[in-house]
C-alpha cells in the first residue's frame, strides 16, 4: 500500500474513533436538543420542556435512561461513519489541492476540502440522521405506533413514505456543509497560528504540529473552532429537524419542505425560533468538539508512529 493511501486510511479510522467517543459522551443532549428544536409552541406530541436541566430531568424521569439514549444506534453507526467519511473526504481533497504546492493551502482551498467533504458525507448519511431525529422525538404522548428501532424504523418510512423520505431534510443538510467548512477552516487556521507561536517561543521552528501541540491545545482549538460553527449554521440544523419529523397518523407532514419551514418558523416564532435548543447544542458540541479532536489526533499519532516503526 502506499503512503498516500496509508495516509487517508489512517486518517479515516482516527475520524471514526473520535466519532464513537463523541456520541457515547454527549447523545442525552443530543436528545434534549432535538425536542427543543421542533417544538414551535403549536400542536406538539412532546413534553414542553423549561430549560436544559428540566429537560433531562424529565426525560430520565418519565422515559427512564432509554429516553436519554433514544437513537443511539442510529447516532453512533451515523456519527462513526460520518466522521471517518469527512476526515477520508476531506484529506483527499487536501491532498489533490496541494498537488504541485510546496506552500501550505490557503484558507480557501481549506474551505473547498471541507466543504466538498460535507457535501458527499451528507449524501452518504441522510438516511440515517432522519431515523435518528425520528427516534429521538418518540415519547409516551406520541400517537402513532412507534418505532421498535433503527431498521423496523427504515423499514416502515420506506413502506408508508416511500424511499425519497429518506432524504428529508437533504437541502438544509446540504448548507450544512459549511459548518463543517467554517469548522475546519477555523481549526486548520487557529492551529497554524498556535503552531508558530509555541515554536517562536521554544526559539525554534518546527514544521511538525506533533512535536508542539499537546491534548489541551487540541481542545482549545477543537472547541473555539465549534463555536463558530454553531453560531453561523445551527438556523440549519433547526429546519433539518423539523423537516424529519414523521408525519401524522393520517400520513400529513408538520412541513412541506425548507420554505414551508422558514415561512411558519418566522411567522410564529420569529428569528429566536431558528435557535431553538442552542444551549444543550453548545453544552453538547464544544465539549464534543474537543473530545473528537483530542482522540482523533492522538490516535493519528499512534497510527503515524507504528507506520513507521514497521
Known sequence: ???????????????????????????????????????????????????????????????????????????????????????????????????????????????????????????????????????????????????????????????????????????PSLFLVSHGAIQFTAYEELRKVVVDFKSKKRRRHSGSADSVLNSVDYAALGASSKVAAILLSYPFQVMRSRLQQRPSSEGIPRYMDSWHVIRETVRFEGVRGFYKGITPNLLKNVPAASITFIVYENVLKFLKFARTNE
Open 1 to 171: 500500500m502506499s503512503s498516500a493511501s496509508q495516509w487517508q486510511w489512517e486518517t479515516a479510522t482516527a475520524g471514526a474513533i473520535a466519532g464513537f467517543a463523541t456520541v457515547a459522551a454527549m447523545h442525552p443532549l443530543d436528545v434534549v436538543r432535538t425536542r427543543f428544536q421542533v417544538h414551535d409552541g403549536r400542536v406538539s406530541n412532546l413534553p414542553t420542556y423549561k430549560n436544559t436541566a428540566h429537560a433531562i430531568f424529565t426525560i430520565a424521569r418519565l422515559e427512564g435512561l432509554g429516553g436519554l439514549y433514544a437513537g443511539f444506534s442510529p447516532a453512533v453507526l451515523g456519527s462513526t461513519v460520518s466522521w471517518g467519511l469527512y476526515f477520508f473526504f476531506y484529506g483527499r481533497a487536501k491532498q489533490r489541492y496541494s498537488k504541485n504546492r510546496d506552500e501550505q493551502l490557503s484558507p480557501g482551498l481549506h474551505l473547498a476540502s471541507a466543504a466538498e467533504a460535507g457535501a458527499l458525507v451528507s449524501l452518504c448519511t441522510n438516511p440515517i440522521w432522519l431515523v435518528k431525529t425520528r427516534l429521538q422525538l418518540q415519547t409516551p404522548l406520541h400517537q402513532t405506533q412507534p418505532y421498535s428501532g433503527f431498521y423496523d424504523a427504515l423499514r416502515t418510512i420506506v413502506r408508508e413514505e416511500g424511499w425519497a423520505a429518506l432524504y428529508k431534510g437533504l437541502l
